[in-house]
């Protein structure tokens, strides 16, 4: 299905943009991946995804709170491939804090990963996905772009942003070819989570199993966690003809978090 296409997935050395990467390679498509970690593992994760899905893969280390580098990154993997077909803008952190004790720093980190890097990704990717008649822009927002929880002052304002930035996005390229969309998952056990599970069950003096399971109780009426290969699974879709016609719009993976 995504055979010839070209797919950045930004944050994709774990977690949910792994999980993104590895579907769209599954369906043919060329990949570059992005995000921090040890080198050795994320070469094993490379070569690992040309080897088993015959495509290329490509490995850009681009800090994604640095907008200039986020459109260069843009630049180089045309250079590179040729082309640009799918933008999957999934980068993200997390940290908590009442809003009064909420570090400057952390609030101007998560704002420049969460939202800004998407609209330095968008804007760079936007004419040439144009120019090629097709494209699919992937926001990986959160059940957070959606309703708020308390503690999460910057990521709550981060993933409403990417929400209303994927509107704009949606009206600005409808009938060009291209198509923006937000997928906004609950609970994915992730390194993100576990940090989040960690604290529970330290706070709280109780197992990472029970921790696990207050956290789903609280929030996700399915009481079990989304995979990311069940994310990879929904981008697929969204790159897939029968999406054609979707556009600034969101998905929800939540378990039925948002529904209540
Ligand atoms: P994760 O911590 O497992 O992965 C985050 C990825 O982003 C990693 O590859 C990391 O190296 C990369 N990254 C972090 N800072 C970066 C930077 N400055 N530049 C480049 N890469 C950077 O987290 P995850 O749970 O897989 O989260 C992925 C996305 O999904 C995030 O946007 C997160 O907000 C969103 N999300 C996660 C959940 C969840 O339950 N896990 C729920 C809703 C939304």
Redesign the pocket.
Known sequence: MLKGKVAIV??????????IAKELAKLGADIVL????NENEIEKVRSGIEREYGVRAAYD??????GEAVRQLIGTTIGRFGRLDILV??????FTAPVEQFPPAKWK?IL???LS?AFHGIASAVPHMKKQRWGRIVN??????LVASTHKAA?VA??HGLVGLTKVVGLETAGSGVTCNA????????????KQIDDIAAEKGISQKLAAEELLAEKQPSLD??S?EQ?GGTVAFLCSAAADQITGTTISI?GGWTAR
């Open positions: 930004t944050g994709s050395t774990s977690g949910i943009g792994l999980g992005n995000g921090f970690g280390a681009t800090d994604m709170s640095d803008n999934n980068a993200g952190i997390q980190a420049d990963i969460n890097a990986i927002a959160s059940a957070h772009g990521y981060a993933k997928v906004c998952p609950g609970w994915v056990r992730t390194p993100l989570v576990e966690f989304a990311p994310l939540d």
